[in-house]
């Protein structure tokens, strides 16, 4: 069968692997080929088991797999088939050198660059997919052309916006696609290309384009701005536990406002995810580089508040346990760094763990699909920590249960039968405000919320 269009995404991870699907399943009419440098991954994509969990991600990729979606190791032969090419590399933060702990590392996108310019023998548009720093299309432009032959490379920004956990729903029916191009004929001619592959499926009238650079820096933007109210938010759940506010109600006053809008304004242990922080810290970066200390400044507070959060959960913890957690059972409801994904990356939980082990606390951690990544991430503490999928199993002989992940599972526990389990006095922590700390303590838990007056028996 002859495709319309060959399209490559170089990069088969919670990004490149659900936009290409989507595009697949979408779009009979284009062949759509994912690679990766890891073979464990590709192999993944290709079986009934993928490597990351997604809601309604499995229905997708089987709709087209094989028919018109192929996941493939084989990125040279990638490159020479396709017109058009999407890179979704990993683009962390820098943990060397210069700008280390801040800055973007782009060594995964500059190799991707140079190998895209050694085997390519025809006109390629290049889509960056990934999150970068606003400029970078420039470096991408230079180190494909600089090879002095005819072949033309038009660079193009086409950020993503899903979230985890409801990327399907978001790729499906987004917000938003936004298309950054340079304001040329040639530019305009390769951004309408990409506008009419989202045509297939996302109404005009949500495809914005602009020019690359305002297209690069929406997207930490857009970040920045999400995570910033998640940071507000936390910030008043610290003074409300000291003035006998409630957070929700707060929120809810607030969110009301049509101007505010209700959404992101939870409160929380802190925000996780392998992007805001990540995103933020870049765009501080930026900042700094062009000498916008206020600028800069400003920014760093949203992480800043994210940290604070994170050490206060533990504190609160630490206080209202008399002080005192040495061999203390403690259980961890939930790992993920957020509700319905079992990536781990950046979430609470990690640090959550690490600072309770110093405390010399025993965990228990229950979460239905991130144990195998907790177990990652924790692998150098493991001496001190159970990994159970029953959370009744992993609440039992506990002294107290600290809510990660906003799981609905945990919201519709039998806790008469959890409380009865535990050693008394029985604590329970809910750092997502998810359960209903009323029942709870009528049950004979103390309870202690995020940004609310606890309920204690004492
Ligand atoms: P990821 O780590 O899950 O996937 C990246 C993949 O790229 C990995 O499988 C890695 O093996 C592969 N890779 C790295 N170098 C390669 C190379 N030279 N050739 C071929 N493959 C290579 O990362 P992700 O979460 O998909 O994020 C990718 C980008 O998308 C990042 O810039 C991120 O900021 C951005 N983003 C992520 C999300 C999200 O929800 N995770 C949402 C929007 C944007
Ligand atoms: C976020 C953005 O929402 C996406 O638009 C963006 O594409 C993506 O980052 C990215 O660039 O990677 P994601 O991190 O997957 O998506 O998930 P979010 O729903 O944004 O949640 C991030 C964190 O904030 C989670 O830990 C979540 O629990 C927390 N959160 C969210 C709160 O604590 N309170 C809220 O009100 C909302």
Not at 16 to 38: E, F, L, R, S
Not at 406 to 417: A, G, I, S, T
Request: negative net charge; hydrophobic residues 40%; contains cysteine.
């Amino acid at each position: 069968m002859s495709f319309k269009r060959n399209i490559l995404c170089i990069g088969a991870g919670y990004v490149g692997g659900p936009t290409m699907a989507m595009i697949a399943h979408k779009c009979p009419q284009y062949k759509v080929t994912v690679v990766d440098i890891n073979p464990d991954r590709i192999a993944a994509w290709n079986s009934d088991d993928l490597p990351i969990y997604e809601p309604g991600l499995t229905e997708i990729v089987q709709s087209a797999r094989g028919r018109n979606l192929f996941f493939s190791t084989n990125i040279e032969a990638g490159i020479r088939e396709s017109e058009i090419i999407f890179v979704s590399v990993n683009t962390p933060t820098k943990t060397f050198g210069a700008g280390a702990g801040m800055a973007s590392d782009l060594q995964y996108w500059e190799k991707t660059a140079r190998q895209i310019r050694q085997n390519a023998c025809s006109d390629k548009i290049i889509v960056e997919k990934s999150t970068l720093p606003v400029k970078t299309a420039q470096a991408m432009k230079r180190i494909l052309t600089c090879k002095g032959d005819d072949i033309r490379f038009h660079v193009l920004s086409n950020p993503e916006f899903l979230a985890e956990g409801t990327a399907i729903r978001d790729l499906e029916d987004p917000d938003r696609v936004l298309i950054g191009s340079n304001e040329t004929p040639e530019g305009m001619k390769a951004r309408e290309t990409l506008v009419e592959i989202y045509a297939n499926w996302v109404s005009r009238e949500k495809i914005l384009t602009s020019n690359i650079w305002s297209s690069e820096l929406s997207k930490l933007v857009a970040n920045a701005f999400l995570a910033q109210r998640i940071s507000s938010i936390n910030a008043i759940s610290a003074l409300c536990e000291k003035t006998d506010a409630e957070v929700s109600e707060v929120a809810r006053a607030v969110g009301m406002d049509s101007r505010v809008g209700n959404r992101f304004l939870n409160a929380s242990v802190g925000f996780g995810g392998s992007c805001f922080k990540k995103d933020i810290l870049n765009l501080v970066y930026l900042c700094r580089r062009y000498d916008l200390k206020e600028v800069a400044d400003y920014w760093e507070g949203v992480v800043k508040i994210n940290e604070y959060q994170k050490e206060r959960f533990v504190l609160n913890m630490l206080n209202a346990m008399f002080n005192s957690l040495a061999n203390k059972r403690i259980c961890l409801f939930g790992f993920a760094f957020k509700a319905d994904t079992g990536d781990t990356r950046e979430s609470p939980a990690i640090f959550v763990s690490r600072q309770l082990i110093e405390e010399r606390a025993k965990l228990v951690i229950t979460d239905p699909k991130a144990l195998e990544n907790a177990a990652f991430d924790l692998k150098d503490v493991v001496e001190w920590i159970t990994f159970e999928e029953d959370p009744y199993r992993a609440a039992m002989e506990c002294d107290a249960i600290a809510v990660m992940t906003e799981w609905n599972l945990y919201k519709d526990l039998d806790y008469e039968k959890v409380f009865h389990s535990m050693n008394k006095p029985a604590f329970l922590f809910d750092g997502r405000n998810i359960l209903d700390h009323k029942a709870l303590f009528q049950i004979g838990f103390n309870v202690f919320p995020i940004g609310k007056p606890p309920l204690t028996h004492f």
